[in-house]
């Protein structure tokens, strides 16, 4: 019957001996026994494979190579049929008119070493010494994979942790932004005399770079790029909030990390080129079109995007902030349009368009 020591010490290496015969077993544990080993007995191979069912965390096996029933090869072979179990070296013990033969069945079967009887006590001391070091730096080197597993895991973990809050706050710090400039773009409205009729001659590209040179924004802007603008019949106190929300707009929601890049120009008849207004317009009109490089939203439907109705029979795009409205009032003031198209990536598009004339 299989013998278990009880009195097991944790960290002291195990050691399962297989034989069927006692005294054998005892000499072995005497040889053994200075040196701090925890003993398990097998007195048959059927009797090893039972104990290996439940434990599988010994340093070494010691077996005996005759035994009845199952021999040593045998039974190692079995062993090694289990995974867990494939990392336990074998070392055989032996009679020492054993021939090559047998010998080389024994390494066959797993077997990594033999002792050969009579068993030199120096010579087992030392085998199984150098064995149980290998399977101490083994153990350490599974112990330190598994913390580090560990730690990586944690820090992955908090990598996680730390992109998510940097997406919150990056997408809280892009609400108040905008919170911001909604409110800015109010304060603007709300000092502008829309009540004023007084309209004259107007050189729009002197006006407009003299805005740009007075803007807080321009040293946001990589380059404003303005082909010359006619003269237009129309109020200038207008115009400069006019010109600052829509290029205060193209600023703001420039995509992040990208300077925008905002170009002004001008068209004759320019509506027939962006709106449908046009089939219900009759006049010339001369439109002064704003395009920039590239916006955070996408422009799935004109009444998704944004919130107000341009043009006098309400049929042209519709705009999100306080400034856009204002500036929808000031074309309205102007009996003029004004209308939009965004995309992701790619940019958006403003037009004002003025009646050439009033």
Do not use: W
């Amino acid at each position: 019957m299989a013998s278990v020591n009880n009195d097991l010490t944790p960290g002291q290496p195990k050691i399962l001996l297989v034989d069927d015969r006692e005294d054998n077993l005892l000499s072995i544990e005497a040889i053994l026994e200075p040196d701090g080993y925890q003993f398990f007995r097998a007195y048959s191979g059927q009797q090893a494979l039972k104990i290996l069912l439940n434990e599988f965390d010994f340093a070494m096996i010691l077996m005996d190579v005759k035994m009845p029933v199952l021999n040593g090869f045998e039974t190692a072979t079995m062993i090694y049929e289990r995974e867990k179990l494939r990392h336990i070296p074998i070392i055989f013990v032996t009679a020492n008119n054993y021939g090559d033969e047998n010998v080389f069945k024994g390494y066959k079967a797993g077997g990594i070493d033999y002792i050969f009887k009579p068993i030199n006590p120096e010579v087992l001391r030392v085998k199984v010494a150098v064995f149980i070091d290998l399977y101490r730096k083994s153990t350490l080197l599974l112990e330190q994979e598994k913390m580090l597993a560990a730690a990586n895991k944690q820090l992955e973990k908090e990598i996680n942790d730390l992109k998510t809050s940097e997406e919150k706050m990056k997408k809280r710090n892009t609400k108040l932004q905008r919170e911001v400039f909604a409110l800015e773009s109010l304060l603007v409205s709300s000092h502008v005399p829309l009540n004023k009729d007084e309209f004259e001659q107007t050189d729009l590209t002197k006006l407009f770079k003299s805005f740009l040179d007075e803007t807080d924004d321009r040293e946001n802007v990589i380059a404003v790029l303005i082909e010359p603008l006619p003269k237009l019949q129309v109020n200038p106190e207008l115009m400069r909030p006019l010109f600052q929300n829509l290029i205060r707009n193209a600023i703001h929601y420039s995509k992040q990390g990208r300077d925008p890049v905002i170009n002004v120009r001008h068209e004759m008849d320019g509506l027939s080129t962006m709106s449908n207004l046009k089939k219900s317009t009759n006049g010339e009109y001369c439109s002064i079109i704003f395009t920039d490089s590239g916006v955070e939203f996408d422009q799935k439907n004109d009444r998704d995007t944004f919130g107000v109705e341009a043009g006098p029979e309400g049929n042209g795009e519709l705009y999100n902030n306080a400034g856009l409205v204002l500036c929808k009032k000031i074309m309205e003031k102007h009996n003029g349009f004004i209308f939009g198209k965004c995309k992701i990536n790619t940019g958006s598009t403003f037009v004002i368009s003025f009646p050439v004339s009033k």
